[in-house]
């Protein structure tokens, strides 16, 4: 059974920094592209970053860039993202997904989810 379990979410303050975690089981995780979406109130799910297989390659939304930095280590299968300068509009459930396809994630061509992490970003 694939799970992915995002953690490390939370309240946090305007300008301050959160680091995001997603352990991954159930799945050969070097062979998938991995990646972040985000969900704000009332709005749909959307793209914040991929990282392809070995992890040398990144891609990121075009509004997020500079703030938000994805990683992962194939040998714990977890993926992290850190993001810096937090603002309120970055406020959101923020979900752990991977995929087949390092240029499809962003498309939402996602064989797994995780269940969310919710960030709160306070003015």
């Known amino acids: 059974q694939v799970q992915l379990v995002e953690s490390g979410g939370g309240l946090v303050q305007a300008g301050g920094s959160l680091r995001l975690s997603c352990d991954a089981s159930g799945l050969t995780f070097s062979s998938y592209t991995v990646g972040w979406f985000r969900q704000p109130p009332g709005k749909e799910r959307g793209f914040v970053a991929a990282i392809n297989r070995s992890g040398g390659l990144t891609t990121y939304a075009d509004s997020m860039n500079g703030r938000f930095h994805i990683s992962r280590d194939n040998a714990k299968n977890t993926v992290a993202l850190q993001i810096d300068s937090l603002k309120p509009e970055d406020t959101a459930v923020y979900f752990c997904?991977?995929?087949?396809?390092?240029?499809?994630?962003?498309?939402?061509?996602?064989?797994?989810w995780g269940q969310g992490t919710q960030v709160t970003v306070s003015s």
């Open positions: 997904a991977a995929g087949s396809s390092f240029a499809g994630l962003r498309q939402k061509q996602v064989d797994y």
